[in-house]
């Protein structure tokens, strides 16, 4: 059992690439979200998804996109990176509105130059 | 809106010795979770413990336990014997009771260094 799988583990981009963060999990968990961690801020919510085809925004979902097309994925877009965006991002599932524990991946530091 | 504070941004402690990690929030909702998450440097989100607010008992892990203060809106984490490994940093969050809430609200962290 893999849990919660976050590829890559770390990303070097350039002011104004793009790319995707990828997250699967195979716990057939319905609650997907993600976070970015900033030195003394905590981990902060970007976007989270109810289930397959429903995502909504959190805390700081400015620059960032989301898709939900299958349970088990859920990747995060940054359509055009800026150094604002370097911080390290983790993606975590949960099992439905009544379950308890979040599980997390194991995180992706993301640099932009 | 919910928030969760950590006053200490870094605690140590002797190996063997007990330690307490701070933790205070704001909500003005009754049903409530409560969590203790450990990261060491492998950047990996580990849960420590968590609490129903419901619940009046404390919730212990094994050296870990809580001490809740529902009225005060307090929930520290207390480590026993500690061990080289505890060392990392400790956050507290918060997760609404409602059907369908996901949002899990985090403090700033605790790093805590346990000295040999």
């Known amino acids: 059992n893999a849990g919660v799988t976050q590829t890559p583990k770390f990303q070097v981009l350039k002011t104004g690439q793009s790319m995707t963060l990828q997250c699967a999990q195979d716990?057939?968990?319905?609650?997907m979200s993600w976070y970015r961690q900033d030195p003394g801020m905590g981990l902060r919510l970007i976007h989270y998804s109810v289930g397959a085809g429903i995502t909504d925004q959190g805390e700081v979902p400015n620059g960032y996109n989301v898709s939900r097309s299958t349970t088990e994925d859920f990747p995060l877009r940054l359509l055009s990176a800026a150094p604002s965006q370097t911080s390290v991002y983790f993606c975590?599932?949960?099992?439905?509105?009544?379950?308890?524990?979040?599980?997390f991946g194991q995180g992706t530091r993301l640099t932009v130059v | 809106a919910q928030t969760v504070t950590q006053s200490q941004p870094e605690m140590s402690v002797q190996e063997a010795e007990t330690v307490t990690l701070s933790c205070t929030y704001d909500?003005?909702?009754?049903?409530?979770?409560l969590f203790w998450y450990k990261q060491p440097p492998s950047r990996q989100m580990i849960l420590v413990i968590r609490q129903e607010a419901y619940k009046q008992q404390n919730a212990t892990e094994n050296r870990f336990s809580v001490n809740f203060q529902k009225a005060a809106k307090s929930f520290s984490l207390k480590i026993s014997d500690s061990q080289l490994g505890d060392a990392a940093m400790y956050f507290c969050?918060?997760?609404?009771?409602?059907?369908?809430?996901?949002?899990?609200?985090f403090g700033t962290g605790t790093r805590l260094k346990v000295l040999a």
């Open positions: 909500t003005s909702e009754s049903d409530y979770y």
């Open positions: 969050a918060y997760r609404s009771d409602f059907s369908g809430t996901y949002k899990y609200i």
């Open positions: 716990m057939n968990h319905e609650y």
């Open positions: 975590a599932s949960k099992e439905g509105a009544w379950g308890t524990e979040a599980f």
